[in-house]
């Protein structure tokens, strides 16, 4: 029972409830006293054990935990539905409130909500961890909404959450059908008033009729001309079961809680925190009073940050949102009145009506607000985030503060005794995170002045990724002028800037110099100067990339002066002050919706192979029905695990105190490297690793030993108290340092020849010769699933079983026996499937288990360990940053005739697969090009931080890149096109590539030629080169880019498969094979192959899960290679089984499966079998450096059309097309799937994804730490970056003869192909570097960043910082 106020408070409030109580998908709880540390989220996972709801990163950053609150509004005398974060929201925070997860929205037997048939239907689920947090979002945009929402209201709503496997485009495609285009899909006489043979096109949102045309086509699916071709779908669902409406059982607003009064609330929690709950004012001063030093809560999206992720501590917690005073809205003749509680989503309902409703002059500031908070975190943030939150906070990149100060906002200050003062914005920020507020001060509200006629006020915010990112550099800036005769004079001015000092800052020597001035040319090269040394930013400032911030400043001011000019020649019609190639640098960024078409063939074999079926888990996905590891309960006795961890780079570990760990409470035990029952030594690949350190570390993030606690917080802590004391000794962090040092790892050295390099060079045969490096960054695997395991014995000890999220059961299996001593057939280890691993879960979860396995299997008890997110990216490695050095020779009609290249990766602090990585990076290092003289050596350089791993490519793309880079090169050297160099240099049919391998059945000519046709590439040229002669400040850059992937893995013994069929009496068939499901939807495909070999409906085969105890000895799941080889498995298995059937099937005409699978079992028939491939005709021996790695390869090509903005380096992608020949698609739908995932995931890798590490580029880091650890600060693709128009076609008429049913490979080939957007951001930024007279050959590294974009864009604003030769910091 919860305690909630003292008597005393009692008698001052009156009548109340009694009780705290909540409502969870419409079940009364009871909330009892001691919680106030608990989230809602893990309230609802360990509490309440709905476990729909997922933990991506417990930071508000990638909205996997959504839910949607309701609660009734006494003063609008309705029920409000938001969604929010349940990571962030205090258990507390939703007393009295509805609370709905994705349980209470449908589910698989009660019934789908249109939502989730919607999602589940168009393929919008791949690994399905994200999918709760989707759903949620849009149900709470429906449920809140009076009206259909417009598309861009559903984009919008999306904007807080992330996925790593879909690409966005099916998830929009899948809500746009709710979209205001049909306004009647969402409801009953929606689904009735469709006919039959019609249904939704998810494109257009209207019902269309290309499914009939679809399905009449023999099996055969081509749309092409901007058509989509999916499993179409009705936006209603129903409940198979009793066959009634799911919107006759939407889930109610609970009565009692329309009744209920709020009452205060006092209670704790942890640890001797105190939780209040006041509701009135005077109560919260009273409150104030006595705690002077108190937090106080709105959104809690900082409090709970700090308390989480920055381990501060706050015993007095003060949750304001419901003081009426602090909710004011008031909007009075001077301006408007807001309370410092209002939430940000409320802030922009009002600034909206006060725009519609007033003149236009006095709302100029509201609507710079209005813009700035579109792109201020997601719709769950700001649903809770507080005005006064965001300025109590002081953060020097508060995206408001700068606008507030700016727009002569003041603030009303009131006491414990309720005195009141105001003070102007502008005075209130007085240091890091210091405010003008004493301890027994609150802010209660702020008062927002009307604009007057011709004051202008502008934001302005640069961040890494558009939307729901902090900003670099941000600003409020306001100039008040006054007409005399033809010309402006500024009577007053405000420039605020956020990002440049420890406190948002006012230029006021440039605000003095503009005062007085006529608002002209004049002004603005005065203005600049002035600036320059007004906004001084010092070279070792926090955050780094002091050039970039510096121009920023300039940058923004000029496009001030642009807007302001350009309002001017709105209210005078006659006047252009604005030439009109400037005036594009003025316009808001607004996108489009996304638009998309998917154009395949669909060749059916039998039942199932080659239709595009949906997942099979995505029904059990969209209902959060789905099981992860995490969401495994844990065993009676249980323990949670947490890992004690190296604080630096490189050191010998002198003593470790662990009397703080023990002393703690829920403590059970701790574990270092004299407790491991086994072995020590671990390693993917050889045993270089330690599972705890015993004498060195060698990276930040390297586990020391594990401890076990009763709850994960509590074993988290007691890792945190474990003192260890080293003795430093010097880190390598960088590849060049690395080489500079010797610091490789032994025996990789490795090198590949063809022709004569030497004697090419010297022969005089080449025109040309250049030479030159690449940097070519890291990437996060950002899987939104942490690494998880659970652990438990059996038999007393004798066995150990765990559940793990992991690619690679087997490696797992391994592990624990060897640090545990135990045979490997006393271990098993189970997968039902992972929420995403892109290679990450191949080799660096094992290591996890193993730590975990220790305690689990010394004390016998089951055991789990889950990671936060930011010690998952911290100690699980990455994509390997690689650099390369090249020297080629080319004629100069562009034919190249030599390369001579060295290529380096970034191994980290063990070998792991970085040998394999650097080999799949040698082998396609030709990319698609005829080269007769090739050389390539190749060093695996071993570094002080965390082993860098396998992610999707392998290596591939690193090559690949390194390759176009010198492509492109030759194009600028020879004043041609790089398409035009690439054509020049294609290899085709019998090629002999560099390692001796011949191609067959090359389709890269098709491939690339239909491309060039689908994107009209001259035509794009010139329209291209049309809107940049046009434009100064904007530009626009097309590329289009091959690629050619090799299939197999490149180690011979690993391309083995097993697989286990078992027929039942039923007809239903059970399959288990070696393949891990992630995502990529392999358990979809290699149920078809079984389906269509027994010819039986695929609802007639199951895969359950993977398990080492059924298949042994299996390859990760990885090189894309997994349905070509479980497919083939399995078909062997089946093929086995049918023959054992045949003589029974001959005698009698059976009705049905079940009813042959019956009478083989009478007849004593064995219905079960093992099957097993191997990949023929594959091998390379590196002594000749010759043979065929690669049973084949995968082609594809890429156009993408790109527009910067050259004075921010703000990009997007208007434009992607992209083709790929997989022969006969098993499942085109999923393939379709896999491309979209894969070329958003490698637009990531080229354009925004960047690794920052405490290294010597990044000296305000701690030396060998991973500052990028978490969605906040490392930012992956959202909804946001999908290109406006995606079209993703399947090469027609071309069966591959070597994989299973003429299918091909599908999951890392496209990942490359991203490129195409990176080589267009170039072709964008050479464009504006030539109209300066620059037409030069430039570098570029990837990431493509705002910084590197702006950076490259040579011009007066970049002049005073850096020379031509400037090449931002990047850690490789
Ligand atoms: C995922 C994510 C994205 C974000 N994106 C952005 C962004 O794009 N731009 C940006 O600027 N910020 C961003 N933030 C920061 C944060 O969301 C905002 O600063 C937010 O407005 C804080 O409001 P809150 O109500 O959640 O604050 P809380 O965490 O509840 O409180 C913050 C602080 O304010 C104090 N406080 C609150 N009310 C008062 C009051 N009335 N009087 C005195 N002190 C008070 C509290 O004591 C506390 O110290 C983001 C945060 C997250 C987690
Ligand atoms: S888990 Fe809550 S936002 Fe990521
Ligand atoms: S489906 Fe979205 S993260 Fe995997």
Not at 942 to 952: D, L, Q
Not at 1143 to 1150: L, R, S, T
Request: hydrophobic fraction near 40%; charge should be neutral; include cysteine.
């Amino acid at each position: 029972m919860g305690s909630l106020k003292t008597d005393e408070e009692v008698d001052q409030i009156g009548e109340g409830s009694k009780e705290a109580i909540l409502y969870v998908n419409g079940v009364r709880r009871v909330l009892p006293d001691g919680l106030a540390h608990l989230t809602l989220l893990e309230y609802l996972r360990e509490i309440v054990g709905l476990t729909g709801t997922k933990l991506g990163c417990g930071e508000g950053g990638c909205g996997a935990c959504t839910v949607m609150v309701s609660y009734y509004d006494e003063k609008l005398k309705k029920c409000l539905h938001y969604a929010i974060n349940a990571c962030l929201a205090p258990l507390y925070s939703v007393e009295g409130m509805h609370v709905i997860t994705v349980e209470g929205v449908g589910n698989s037997k009660g019934g789908l909500h249109p939502i989730q048939e919607s999602l589940a239907r168009s393929h919008g689920s791949q690994c399905g961890f994200c999918t709760p947090g989707f759903i949620m979002s849009m149900y709470a945009l429906l449920r809140s909404s009076q009206t259909p929402p417009s598309e861009e209201q559903i984009e919008e709503c999306l904007a807080g959450n992330l996925c790593r496997c879909t690409g966005y485009r099916p998830i929009v495609d899948a809500f746009r059908v709710f979209a205001k285009t049909d306004d009647m899909l969402y409801t009953e006489a929606s689904s009735l008033s469709l006919q039959e043979h019609e249904f939704v096109c998810p494109s257009t949102g209207k019902p269309c009729s290309c499914r009939s045309k679809t399905e009449s086509n023999n099996n055969k699916c081509s749309l092409g001309q901007g058509t989509v071709c999916m499993e179409r779908f009705r936006p209603v669902s129903y409940s198979e079961i009793e066959g009634s409406k799911y919107t006759d059982k939407e889930l109610i607003f609970p009565p009692e809680l329309l009744l209920r009064k709020s009452s205060p609330l006092n209670l704790s929690g942890f640890g001797g925190l105190r939780w209040f709950r006041p509701l009135r004012l005077q109560h919260l001063l009273e409150l104030k009073a006595k705690y002077p030093d108190v937090k106080l809560l709105v959104g809690n999206s900082e409090v709970g940050i700090e308390m989480r992720l920055k381990r501060m501590d706050y015993r007095v917690l003060i949750f304001v949102m419901h003081v009426p005073e602090l909710n004011a809205l008031n909007v009075k003749d001077d301006g408007i009145e807001i309370g410092a509680a209002v939430r940000l989503s409320e802030l922009m309902k009002v600034f909206r009506r006060v725009i519609a409703e007033r003149a236009a002059h006095e709302t100029i500031a509201c609507k710079a607000f209005l813009e700035q908070l579109k792109w201020f975190a997601g719709t769950q943030i700001k649903n809770v985030a507080s005005v006064g939150g965001n300025i109590c906070t002081a953060s020097p990149i508060s995206d408001l503060n700068p606008l507030w100060m700016a727009a002569r906002a003041e603030f009303q200050i009131t006491d414990c005794k309720g005195n009141t003062r105001t003070t102007p914005a502008e005075n209130f920020f007085l240091g890091y995170r210091k405010v003008d507020l004493s301890r027994n001060e609150i802010l209660q509200s702020i008062f927002l002045p009307w604009t007057r006629p011709f004051e202008f006020v502008k934001e302005f915010k640069q961040a890494h990724r558009r939307e729901d990112d902090i900003a670099i550099v941000n600003a409020g800036i306001r100039v008040f002028l006054e007409q005399r005769g033809e010309n402006q004079v500024v009577t007053d001015a405000s420039i605020v800037y956020g990002g440049v000092a420890p406190l948002s800052l006012s230029a006021r020597t440039t605000k003095e110099f503009l005062i007085g001035k006529l608002w002209n040319q004049e002004l603005l090269e005065g203005a600049l100067k002035v600036l320059q040394k007004d906004i001084l930013i010092k070279d070792d400032a926090p955050g780094g990339m002091v050039e970039f911030r510096k121009s920023l400043t300039l940058s923004f001011f000029f496009k001030f002066f642009l807007w302001v000019s350009h309002q001017i020649d709105g209210a005078q019609c006659n006047k252009k002050s604005v030439p009109l190639s400037y005036q594009s640098a003025v316009e808001s960024f607004h996108r489009p919706p996304v638009i998309g078409s998917q154009d395949y063939d669909i060749t059916r074999h039998g039942t199932a192979v080659g239709s595009p079926e949906v997942h099979l888990s995505s029904r059990l996905q969209v209902t959060g029905e789905a099981a992860y590891a995490d969401d495994t309960p844990l065993p009676p006795n249980g323990l949670h695990a947490a890992l004690v961890l190296s604080k630096k780079p490189h050191a010998r570990i002198l003593s470790i105190d662990d009397s703080g760990a023990k002393s703690l409470p829920g403590f059970v035990g701790i574990y270092f490297t004299d407790s491991i029952p086994g072995d020590n030594k671990i390693g993917a690949v050889i045993a270089d690793e330690e599972l705890f350190a015993s004498e060195y570390v060698t990276c930040v993030g390297q586990v020391i030993g594990v401890v076990v606690a009763d709850t994960h917080e509590n074993a988290k802590l007691a890792a945190r108290k474990v003192h260890v004391e080293y003795e430093e000794l010097p880190a390598i962090l960088l590849i060049q340092d690395a080489i500079n040092a010797k610091s490789f790892l032994p025996n990789t050295e490795k090198w590949m020849r063809k022709g004569d390099v030497d004697l090419c060079f010297q022969s005089g045969q080449c025109d040309k010769v250049i030479e030159g490096e690449v940097h070519v960054g890291g990437q996060e695997h950002f899987y939104l699933e942490p690494n998880s395991s659970v652990i438990w014995t059996m038999d007393g000890g004798n066995e150990v079983h765990m559940i793990s999220s992991t690619q690679a059961p087997q490696k797992h299996q391994k592990y624990v026996s060897h640090v545990l001593g135990l045979p490997m057939s006393k271990v098993v280890c189970k997968t039902k499937r992972i929420g995403g691993g892109f290679g990450g879960k191949e080799t660096r979860s094992a290591f996890i288990a193993a730590a975990a396995s220790v305690p689990s299997y010394l004390l016998n008890r089951p055991v789990k360990i889950t990671l936060d997110r930011d010690t998952d990216m911290m100690i699980s490695g990455q994509r390997h940053s690689f650099f390369g050095k090249y020297k080629v020779g080319f004629t100069n009609g562009g034919k190249v005739l030599a390369l001579d290249l060295e290529i380096y990766n970034n191994a980290g602090n063990s070998l792991d697969l970085s040998l394999a990585v650097l080999e799949r990076a040698m082998f396609h290092s030709d990319n698609v090009y005829e080269i007769p003289n090739v050389r390539i050596m190749g060093r695996v350089c071993f570094t002080n931080i965390p082993s860098n791993t396998a992610f999707r490519g392998f290596g591939g793309p690193q090559g690949m890149l390194i390759t176009e880079n010198w492509i492109q090169r030759i194009a600028v050297e020879l004043k041609k096109s790089p398409e035009e160099i690439r054509e020049i240099n294609f290899q085709g049919e019998g090629s002999v590539l560099h390692y001796g391998q011949q191609l067959q059945h090359c389709t890269l000519a098709q491939v690339w030629n239909e491309l060039k046709l689908s994107c009209e590439f001259s035509k794009a040229r010139e329209e291209v080169d049309q809107f940049n002669s046009h434009n100064r400040w904007k530009k626009r850059g097309i590329s289009m880019v091959p690629t050619k992937f090799g299939i197999s893995f490149t180690l011979k013994l690993m391309n083995q498969a097993g697989a286990l069929v078992h027929v039942y009496t039923d007809g239903t068939v059970l399959v288990t094979h070696g393949g891990v499901e992630m995502g990529q939807g392999l358990h979809t495909k290699v149920a078809q192959v079984a389906a269509s070999a027994f010819n039986i409906p695929l609802s007639s085969v199951f895969i359950s899960e993977t398990s080492t105890d059924k298949i042994p000895n299996a390859s990760p799941t990885a090189a894309s290679a997994s349905s070509d080889m479980y497919g083939a498995a399995v078909l062997d298995a089946c093929e086995q089984i049918k023959a054992r059937m045949e003589p029974i099937a001959a005698k009698h005409n059976f009705s049905s499966f079940a009813e042959l699978a019956s009478a083989c079992y009478v007849a004593r028939i064995d219905l079960s079998a093992h099957g097993f491939y191997i990949t023929p005709d594959i091998g390379f021996d590196w002594v000749t450096g010759k043979g065929n790695p690669f049973r084949y390869f995968t082609y594809g090509a890429a156009f993408a059309e790109v527009e910067i903005d050259t004075l921010t380096g703000d990009f997007h992608t208007r434009v992607a097309n992209v083709i790929l020949d997989l022969g006969h698609s098993l499942n085109p739908a999923i393939d379709v799937g896999q491309i979209e995932g894969a070329f958003i995931q490698g637009l990531g890798w080229v354009a925004l994804e960047e690794l920052k590490w405490g290294d010597p580029a990044h000296k305000w880091i701690p030396p060998g730490y991973l500052y990028t650890c978490g969605p906040g600060s490392y930012k992956i693709p959202s909804l946001n970056d999908v290109p406006f128009k995606f079209n993703v076609s399947l090469l027609k008429g071309h069966p591959n003869v070597k994989a299973i049913h003429s299918s091909k490979a599908v999951g890392e080939p496209p990942f490359f192909l991203a490129s195409a957007a990176f080589f267009a951001i170039k072709d964008a930024i050479a464009s504006v570097r030539a109209e300066v007279g620059n037409n030069d050959w430039f570098p570029l590294d990837n990431p493509a960043t705002p910084e590197r974009i702006r950076m490259a864009c040579l011009d007066q604003f970049t002049e005073p910082f850096i020379g031509a030769s400037f090449r931002p910091k990047l850690s490789v």
